[in-house]
């Protein structure tokens, strides 16, 4: 048997943190190894029992979400572990710079249980982003504050077909969507994603997304 991915819970509203820990240890291919409600305790406990994936809140006492999520999963982590950030939306004004943190992806605090687990094991697998459609929303809120560096498309080590690609996946297309829309297979279009990956050195779509607004690539 496949051993269950390890959650770790980080929130300081204990209410929210007991019923995320009890609606994930309820399922057999997930296990919470251990909860908190601070950032600086979130981050001591992840480097201590390294989980295959931290739900972060942005909010938290001591040391927020945002900075903790950069400690553990920001640029110059050795190894960096998987954070999934959980967010108010219409209060957190951060989740930008949270994605910037590094981040792979985010839910709503409201969002029903099948959404949680499905983004836990969505973002451990690193296989998709929790909610494309989202993203676009969330990323172009904050459109304004990215300052884009200079450089220009000829400055991105992507093919044509590549950047199409990129800014399909900054639009907010799932694999789906992408390959109805350049007619090729899903396949097609999971192996150009792993390729724009691994050139442009980025973990997952979340930051591909970042990666193109920061480009001037999409706006």
Request: aromatic share 4%.
């Given at each position: ?23 994930i ?23 201590r029992?390294?989980?295959?994936i ?22 110059g ?81 992507l093919t ?33 994603v ?10 997952d ?15």
């Amino acid at each position: 048997m496949t051993a269950p991915l390890r959650v770790l819970v980080c929130d300081d509203q204990a209410l929210i943190r007991t019923g995320f820990a009890t609606i994930i240890d309820a399922q057999p291919d997930l296990e919470v190894v251990g909860e908190c409600g601070d950032g600086r305790t979130g981050v001591d406990l992840a480097r201590r029992l390294r989980p295959d994936i931290v739900v972060m809140d942005v909010r938290m006492p001591v040391l927020d979400g945002i900075e903790a999520t950069r400690r553990l999963a920001g640029a110059g982590v050795a190894d960096p572990v998987k954070v999934l950030v959980v967010t108010t939306f219409n209060l957190d004004e951060y989740v930008y710079e949270a994605l910037r943190a590094g981040a792979s992806g985010f839910l709503l605090k409201d969002a029903p249980p099948a959404q949680l687990l499905h983004g836990i094991r969505t973002v451990a697998t690193g296989a998709a982003l929790l909610a494309p459609e989202v993203t676009r929303q969330l990323v172009g809120r904050y459109a304004a504050r990215i300052r884009p560096v200079r450089g220009t498309e000829n400055d991105v080590p992507l093919t044509p077909r590549e950047l199409e690609v990129l800014r399909l996946i900054a639009d907010g297309l799932s694999n789906g969507e992408i390959a109805a829309a350049l007619v090729i297979s899903q396949e097609t279009v999971k192996t150009y994603v792993s390729r724009i990956l691994t050139k442009l050195d980025l973990r997952d779509r979340v930051q591909v997304v970042v990666y193109a607004y920061r480009r001037g690539l999409v706006t």
